[in-house]
């Protein structure tokens, strides 16, 4: 993604050095670490933390946006959206599977990759080439990043776009209104139905939980 | 340039405002803007805020980082300014043969490979993008007002002296004996280009107000 405004802040560091600290221990080759949660709670925050942090200790960890796969422009979503309904539409269904699982087939196979990456600033979809020979981990960010398959490690946010509200607004991304209202309800539904699958819970103060 | 930090303030709201009014009358199809100074001086964070403003008005402006354009990639860089002495380090380290290709597909409305610099991996990536549909192109690194086809030259006036702080909580790079020879370097031949541009700013590191 081109164009995103991160704002990271300690609570992000802190859950990342947790995480940092679970990878370490469960480190293997050409590792997938899923970070999912709602709009606004912080996952790209928390995936360039932790793979900042990899860097240092000498493992290089790429970061995949998964909104950079949803299948309808960002111009024409809305109108889409509301043609075929919020509640039908809204959901792991509006991201391109295919590309994105070619895209980490790419990445465990070490080879060149080319897929999409949106331009925030002219709100198009531009083509990003990435060379996975040296890439040594995967960091998966998105609302269903988790429902991945094959993940190592499935990181869930419990943040709310309740509690959240206020961050969207600071980050300016998209005007609220009823009809993001709409979405971000959807969306809330079907982000909360993929917590079971989670191994690592990050919680509303960002504190982290480990589970079985 | 991918997984940059940019952090917009009121100051760099308030100089891409100054541009726009600049711009008003000035304004014609396929316009190319420069932004040049010194490492750490706000440069990719006023193109932000100026693309922004310009997507508010209906222009559509793509930003391009000279960074990503250096014949030596990121993590080479440092031992072949080592070995090729303080003088190499300069305009001349961009490749400007691939700078004036973009340009000409900017001017023909093609599709266009660019490198792209992320900063986590410090890998270059390669970005296709399509200029079909983009009004402007926005300039921005250390020597970018060198670019004899741009229609706008704006020149931010901080040194690197200044910059310090902005350098350490930046976390792109961390200050050595070697680092600050290169800045001082930097610096002169940055300052050296200053002549000729249209537009000055002077972002106070410290005092959130801009000056004309």
């Not at chain 1, 998964?66 to 960002?74: A, E, F, M, V, W």
């Not at chain 1, 607004?169 to 969306?187: D, F």
């Not at chain 2, 305009?91 to 340009?103: C, F, M, Q």
């Not at chain 2, 093609?110 to 300039?139: A, R």
Request: hydrophobic share 40%; aromatic share 8%.
């Amino acid at each position: 993604m081109l164009g995103d405004v991160l704002l990271i802040t300690e609570k992000h560091q802190k859950a990342g050095e947790a995480i940092i600290e679970h990878i370490l221990k469960k480190q293997k080759s050409k590792m997938m670490i899923a970070i999912s949660g709602e709009s606004g709670s912080g996952k790209t925050e928390l995936a360039h933390v932790v793979a900042k942090g990899l860097r240092k200790h000498g493992i290089m960890a790429k970061l995949l946006h998964i909104d950079n796969y949803y299948r309808i422009h960002p111009l024409e979503r809305t109108e889409w959206r509301k043609q075929n309904g919020i509640q039908n539409v809204v959901g792991p269904g509006e991201y391109d599977w295919e590309t994105l699982n070619k895209n980490i087939k790419e990445f465990k196979a070490g080879t060149s990759s080319t897929g999409p990456c949106v331009d925030l600033v002219t709100e198009q979809i531009d083509q990003l080439t990435t060379d996975y020979s040296g890439i040594d981990m995967l960091i998966i960010d998105g609302l269903y990043a988790i429902k991945t398959a094959d993940a190592d490690v499935r990181v869930f946010i419990e943040l709310t776009y309740h509690e959240t509200k206020k961050a969207q607004v600071v980050r300016g991304k998209e005007p609220q209104n009823e009809y993001r209202m709409q979405v971000l309800e959807k969306e809330h539904q079907e982000v909360q139905a993929l917590k079971p699958t989670a191994n690592i819970l990050i919680g509303m103060d960002y504190s982290v939980r480990f589970v079985k | 340039m991918l997984n940059d930090r940019i952090t917009v303030t009121p100051k760099h709201e308030q100089a891409a405002d100054v541009v726009l009014e600049f711009l008003a009358d000035k304004m014609k199809p396929k316009f190319i803007i420069t932004i040049g100074g010194e490492v750490g001086s706000g440069k990719s964070t006023l193109a932000y805020a100026l693309a922004h403003k310009l997507k508010k008005q209906g222009v559509r402006s793509k930003i391009v980082d000279l960074d990503d354009f250096y014949k030596i990639p990121p993590l080479q860089r440092k031992e072949w300014r080592r070995a090729n002495g303080i003088e190499s380090v300069g305009p001349s380290e961009y490749d400007w043969g691939k700078i004036i290709h973009v340009i000409n597909d900017f001017y023909e409305n093609q599709k266009s490979l660019m490198p792209c610099v992320d900063l986590i991996t410090d890998y270059v990536d390669e970005i296709t993008t399509n200029f079909n549909d983009i009004d402007i192109i926005i300039i921005n690194g250390l020597y970018a007002t060198k670019i004899e086809q741009a229609d706008l030259r704006i020149f931010i006036e901080l040194t690197y002296d200044e910059t310090k702080e902005a350098q350490i909580f930046g976390d792109k790079e961390e200050m050595t004996a070697f680092r600050k020879q290169i800045l001082e370097r930097e610096h002169e031949m940055v300052q050296g280009l200053k002549h000729g541009c249209d537009l000055f700013f002077d972002f106070d590191a410290l005092v959130d107000k801009y000056h004309l």
